[in-house]
């Protein structure tokens, strides 16, 4: 394989990087739904937990696609505190069950992307998809006409992944 370097690129990364810090926290719809800005059903926030909460993906991979998001505005994970870490890590533990039982998906995949280099859509908030997955779920649309078929409305969605937690709740699991 070949390399080509080019050093003057750093310059335009660089700047990059500082123009997207400085517009992470401004239009941030993750800290706005932590904060209750608008109403959860209007946000599809589906659980709050103590240092976090899971909110639905407005643009989903999959029918189901959950985000958990620490309520402060933070894009690192080593900047996390430690509570907060903990507390995303059983909401992810928690999410993962409800979305098993609630939507009888076959398997799911669970990531973070950190930084906008690496496809995080929210750079300075970090958050954990859980994206889930049943078996024969992929078709050729995305491939031939960059169209991703989403069987589910976001409202039925909320509703019925809302109750999922609220159920776990009520079973003192939580």
């Known amino acids: 394989m070949d390399q080509m370097w080019s050093p003057w690129r750093s310059q335009y990364i660089l700047s990059?990087?500082?123009?997207?810090?400085?517009?992470?926290?401004?239009?941030?719809?993750?800290?706005?739904?932590?904060?209750?800005?608008?109403?959860d059903h209007e946000t599809y926030t589906v659980a709050r937990f103590q240092e976090c909460f899971a909110i639905l993906n407005r643009y989903p991979y999959?029918?189901?696609?959950?985000?958990?998001?620490?309520?402060?505005?933070?894009?690192?994970?080593?900047?996390?505190?430690?509570?907060?870490?903990?507390?995303?890590?059983?909401?992810?533990?928690?999410?993962?069950?409800?979305?098993t039982q609630t939507l009888r998906c076959h398997g799911m995949n669970i990531g973070i992307n950190?930084?906008?280099?690496?496809?995080?859509?929210?750079?300075g908030h970090l958050h954990i998809h859980l994206v889930p997955r049943w078996n024969g779920d992929a078709n050729f649309m995305p491939v031939i006409a960059d169209i991703r078929m989403i069987?589910?409305?976001?409202e039925d969605m909320y509703e019925q992944i809302r109750k999922g937690f609220q159920q776990y709740r009520e079973q003192g699991k939580v």
């Open 114 to 123: 950190l930084g906008q280099s690496a496809g995080a859509g929210v750079p």
């Open 62 to 99: 999959n029918a189901g696609h959950l985000m958990i998001a620490p309520n402060e505005h933070c894009g690192d994970l080593h900047a996390l505190p430690a509570v907060v870490y903990q507390d995303m890590m059983n909401a992810v533990r928690i999410a993962e069950r409800v979305l």
């Open 151 to 154: 069987s589910s409305a976001m």
């Open 16 to 39: 990059a990087s500082q123009a997207q810090k400085n517009a992470d926290k401004e239009e941030c719809f993750l800290c706005s739904a932590s904060q209750r800005i608008v109403p």
